[in-house]
């Protein structure tokens, strides 16, 4: 996980209390003409438009900053209704999304930290509707099922962790440490969208807010494999978490998840490895970064292949440049497995291995981007 911002995912859209975004991301080098434009530098974020109909809208983001930043859209509450992390100086993205009407807040985060640089804006109107599709919905109603389940099944090994950990059992809790965060990193942008959570669960001591106190898994890890021990705090640190992540599993079912948030999802879940787990920044205490990768990769492809009878049809090429590419990074993985759920511990893994992990990682976020303008496309 990148350095914690207060509401995950990365191109991720929810819709929560009526107010949504969808959209897709892409590389763009044109003007932005037509779109409404963010300007974002390190000091100032800038929007063209603070108020616009709702219906198909274009953000054309402009990094003019020397940090590379992050451009989110905030519902209220802090709810992420989508992100697109690692702007890197100079850079240009659009956006392409369908607006609902409400009220968000458009925020900049120059070195991808802190609350961001904010401007409100209002979408007003309703727009086109969306073109119903059966099998999108089937998608959806799966997708819906999935997310359920891997919260279901993450509270059982919560509970055994923070029993370990209470119970002073320290190679007990370090052994169940990974496979406790297998169902949040598959679904983590479902996770991250309710903004309160996130924060308390997976947050990075680097990504800690100015006041915050440090909760969660990462603290815990760092008991365990950096001060080896645990103490009176951690135990109740840890029935906090189990507490937290029970909360998790019964909101999953109130988010309003669509198709193209699952698209976005998925590609979000490619940018989490890539700015967290190829780092090694993620799980720098017990170095089980590979079994976050293995998550998160097994999560984005879930909802590719969902969405798949439907991108077979847009777009045939791009579903098998994605089959193509799941498969190199699944069989990549693979060479990294010591067991069922273990792999070889992070700070084994040579810098030209880690090079290898990222050219993978890259070579599926590319077509991944474009899962959501395949599924939104007409044929």
Known sequence: MPARRPAAATLIVLTMAGAALTGCSKKDTATGDGAVEVTASDNACQVSKSAFPAGSVRLAVHNTGAKTTEVYVYAPGDRIVTERENIGPGTKVTISAQIKAGSYEV??????????????????????????????????????????????????????????????????????????????????????????????????????????????????????????????DDKKLADELVADLTDWQKRVGKADITATSMANGAKELLDEVATGKVTGEEDRYSHTDLSDFQANVEGAEKAYVLLKPVVTEKDPALAGTLDREFAAIRKLLAGYRQADTTFTSYDKVTKPERKTFSDAVNALAEPLSKLAAAVLADK
């Open 107 to 232: 925020a900049c985060k120059p070195g991808m930290t802190g609350d961001g640089i904010r401007q409100k804006i209002t979408v007003t109107g309703k727009g086109a509707p969306a073109k119903n599709d059966p099998r999108l919905d089937s998608a959806v109603a799966s997708y819906r099922t999935y997310a359920q389940e891997q919260a279901d099944a993450t509270i059982p090994v919560v509970q055994r962790f923070a029993d370990a950990v209470k119970a002073g059992d320290m190679a007990k809790a370090k052994s169940l440490f990974a496979p406790s965060r297998v169902g949040w990193e598959r679904t983590e942008p479902v996770a991250e969208s309710f903004g309160d959570i996130d924060p308390r669960t997976d947050t990075r001591e680097d990504g800690l807010e100015p006041g915050q106190k440090w909760t969660g898994w990462h603290k815990l890890e760092k008991s365990l494999w950096a001060d080896g021990k645990v103490t009176d």
